[in-house]
């Protein structure tokens, strides 16, 4: 029976392993590793005990079942698996929430600088355009003007021309 597998209880993971039987239950519960589970009675394979080993001493490990795919080195709540600790999870979704809110504050601002920089452009053009409409008045007004007294001087010049034509009363 050289080929039986061998299978290792909760209590015994811990003194191979080396941690509380907490952080074991929570590497299961978050899927960091796959178990076998007969009932209530919880038992680890040999193989994936020597994993989870090589896992603490290289400090990666990827399993055939791709559960544990952070790097971890050293003290695992410093480096944070999400894998085996789902609170990263949270942490890690939350500072990439606060990523993409500081991004799009500074969006934010930016677009609020152009729309004023732009108003400002549309109110600089209105009050040139407003300008230039009072000078273009002025100019038809002057020029109107002066059309209008060539043509009475014609008048007044035409009048006196025809009556030195007709000569004196009588």
């Given at each position: 029976m050289d080929d039986a597998k061998k299978f290792y209880t909760i209590?015994?993971?811990t003194g191979i392993l080396g941690i509380s039987e907490t952080e074991i239950k929570n590497i299961i519960d978050n899927k960091g590793i796959p178990v076998l589970e007969?009932?209530?009675a919880i038992r680890i394979s040999?193989?994936?005990m020597e994993k989870l080993l090589d896992f603490g001493e290289t400090g990666t490990t990827i399993t055939?079942?791709?559960y544990i795919q952070e790097e971890i080195t050293g003290d695992r709540q410093?480096?944070?698996n999400p894998e085996l600790y789902p609170e990263w999870k949270v942490s890690e979704r939350e500072n990439e929430i606060k990523e993409n809110i500081t991004r799009l504050q500074m969006d934010y601002d930016e677009l609020l600088k152009r729309k004023q920089e732009l108003e400002e452009d549309i109110n600089y053009l209105q009050s040139e355009f407003e300008d230039f409409r009072t000078k273009i008045k002025k100019l038809v007004v002057e020029e109107l003007k002066s059309f209008l007294k060539k043509i009475d001087n014609e008048f007044i010049i035409t009048d006196d021309e025809?009556?030195?034509e007709q000569?004196?009363?009588s």
């Open positions: 209590e015994e993971a007969v009932g209530r040999e193989e994936n055939e079942d791709n410093e480096q944070g025809s009556l030195k000569g004196p009363l």
